[in-house]
């Protein structure tokens, strides 16, 4: 469900005139500046903005910091954002029926649109090594699977003869626009609608199309979770929890607090706290880390989240509870899963030809249910995690 619109810069007199943090200047032969930033393929990650270095020189940079400076201008938007939400009308319009505004989204554009994940095996290395000639069978759910552009290349590289895709979408258009693609491969790849917060029922079991409980390896979320609602976050992971077999994987990759996308938001797009409705009716959420560990780990940070206090963490905690309360299970406390990794992954975008500067931020992180100490029964049981090749 990742919204895949080219970064638009908040006015330039705003955002552009805050520049970010540099790193010290490696040292580097005279004459070559700049050199080792240029990789082939590209390397994400590899890119620092050091003193000496030209910002415009290269169309992004890794690990991009911001200033105090422009942090306070963000906080000011968010006040600004908080004072003029949206209507509780377009409110309740917004959140009855997402999945509308989803179709509608994925039936006003093509294919074309969307571009393929092709960053996915480097970021998530496990992927490469489950769909190698040499790995074992192995099930991946992707939720939130839009047009396909992440099973797709998954697919392309694919040379494991027992890799299943499950790709699911809570949006039927989207579902469509996989099914009716050239490369669709029903023998490794299964298109279904889905909606990972469903309430399972006397006459649905609330899983994927397919799947059973405990039958997948592992779950790809890319840019899907900051669809939901927050309320919806106890039944999402619940339902994840169950599709997982014991030591199975999530992948998670979402937008982070700060992200340029939350602080051009203008008046009339506030639904609460770090979630917003696009001009599309999509909604969008924006992550804190120490919000991540708490809704899959279930633990508090004692003060030791980049970003969040000791007070906000609190304050995140108390909420998420209020939200279990809320969701009206009351059947057992939300699964905890074991946080392998949180990453924020901060990037500066540059149009070099209007000399405006965009930052980006996402988390990134990996998660595992618990596994059973009689259980070794899933593909990635064989993988080592540190190195993510096969075990012998």
């Not at 396909?148 to 979408?169: E, M, R, T, V």
């Not at 708490?294 to 963490?313: C, F, L, R, Y």
């Not at 939300?334 to 931020?361: A, T």
């Amino acid at each position: 469900m990742e919204h895949l619109r080219t970064a638009v810069a908040i006015d330039p007199k705003d955002s552009n005139t805050f520049d970010p943090i540099r790193k010290p200047a490696s040292e580097r032969p005279s004459g070559t500046a700049n050199a080792e930033k240029r990789t082939d393929p590209f390397q994400f990650g590899s890119r620092y903005l050091e003193e000496g270095d030209d910002i415009f020189e290269f169309n992004a940079w890794d690990h991009v910091e911001t200033d105090e400076t422009y942090k306070e201008f963000a906080e000011e938007q968010y006040a600004k954002q908080r004072e003029a939400p949206v209507n509780e009308f377009d409110k309740n319009r917004f959140n009855s029926d997402p999945a509308k505004w989803w179709n509608k989204f994925y039936g006003h554009n093509t294919t074309n649109f969307f571009k393929n994940r092709k960053w996915l095996q480097q970021e998530f290395p496990i992927l490469s090594t489950l769909s190698s000639a040499e790995a074992p069978p192995c099930v991946l759910l992707e939720v939130g699977a839009g047009a396909g552009n992440s099973a797709f290349p998954i697919l392309a590289q694919n040379q494991n003869p027992k890799l299943k895709i499950h790709a699911c979408d809570f949006s039927k258009k989207a579902v469509e626009l996989i099914r009716e693609n050239e490369l669709y491969d029903q023998q490794h790849l299964q298109a279904d609608v889905w909606d990972v917060a469903q309430v399972p029922t006397d006459e649905d079991n609330g899983l994927p199309p397919g799947l059973e409980e405990g039958s997948v390896d592992v779950v790809l979320m890319i840019f899907i979770f900051s669809a939901l609602s927050p309320k919806q976050w106890d039944q999402a992971t619940r339902n994840i929890w169950r599709v997982l077999k014991p030591g199975g994987l999530v992948l998670f990759r979402d937008y982070g607090r700060g992200d340029l996308a939350q602080v051009r938001f203008k008046k009339g797009r506030y639904l609460e706290e770090n979630f917003y409705v696009r001009g599309d009716g999509t909604r969008v959420y924006f992550f804190e880390k120490a919000e991540l560990q708490e809704i899959w780990g279930g633990d508090k940070q004692n003060g030791n989240s980049e970003d969040a206090s000791n007070e906000e963490v609190e304050k995140l905690t108390e909420a998420v509870q209020e939200m279990d309360l809320a969701s009206g299970t009351g059947v057992s406390p939300r699964p905890k899963f074991e946080v392998l990794d949180i990453g924020v992954d901060r990037r500066m975008l540059v149009n070099r030809q209007r000399k405006l500067k965009m930052y980006r931020c996402w988390m990134q992180a990996k998660f595992r249910k618990p596994e059973e100490k009689s259980e070794k029964n899933n593909a990635v049981a064989a993988v080592d995690l540190e190195s993510n090749s096969l075990a012998s």
